[in-house]
């Protein structure tokens, strides 16, 4: 049977729609683990809201050149499956305000989709630069006791106590605060559900 050109147009239109629905599902499966039981879960879990969440600070901040480095974790403390995929919102907060800009986006790590289960957390890298590293017209530093986390997608946010305090641009410009995107991490210390 030979087939007409219209027919074949046919056929690679069903092929390329086949491809484009079945591709997302490769890929979840590749990156929760390569699983069809994780990919089953990633693929009907929610994105993790503010509500599914605790933020905590991991580890104690380690300086280099200039800036601090903490391990900023996002866990899921909900009684439900949730995952995350890119960049949290970060930036400093007094008062109930914002200080100075948002973090910026730290890619030395790709995105990947995290799938939190109840207990697990997910790491982020929090920079936090010195602002004596920049003009004080320029910057206007004051301290800072919070941090406010928005979750990768998410529209409402976490606020943070943070440990003791840091300084901070009151000003809108230099960008004092980058964060990674998520990652797998541990679970949470002592956590049982």
């Excluded at 799938?115 to 910057?139: E, F, K, M, W």
């Amino acid at each position: 049977m030979k087939l007409t050109p219209r027919v074949r147009r046919g056929i690679a239109a069903t092929a390329i729609a086949s491809a484009a629905v079945l591709l997302p599902t490769v890929a979840l499966a590749s990156s929760s683990g390569g699983s069809t039981a994780n990919a089953t879960t990633a693929a009907t879990a929610h994105r993790c809201y503010a509500s599914d969440l605790t933020v905590w600070l991991g580890t104690p901040g380690n300086g280099a050149a200039g800036s601090t480095y903490y391990d900023l974790e996002l866990s899921n403390t909900s009684g439900g499956t949730c995952t995350l995929y890119g960049f949290p919102g970060v930036s400093a907060n007094s008062g109930g305000k914002q200080l100075g800009s948002a973090a910026g986006r730290d890619h030395s790590r790709p995105s990947s989709l995290v799938t939190l289960r109840p207990g697990g957390t997910s790491h982020v890298i929090l920079q936090i630069t010195d602002v004596g590293n920049y003009p004080s017209a320029v910057c206007k530093p004051v301290t800072a006791q919070v941090l406010r986390v928005y979750a990768p997608g998410a529209y409402s946010s976490i606020n943070m106590p943070f440990q003791g305090s840091f300084r901070a641009c009151s000003r809108r410009g230099p960008v004092y605060l980058h964060v990674t995107a998520v990652i797998p991490g541990a679970g949470i210390p002592g956590y049982t559900q």
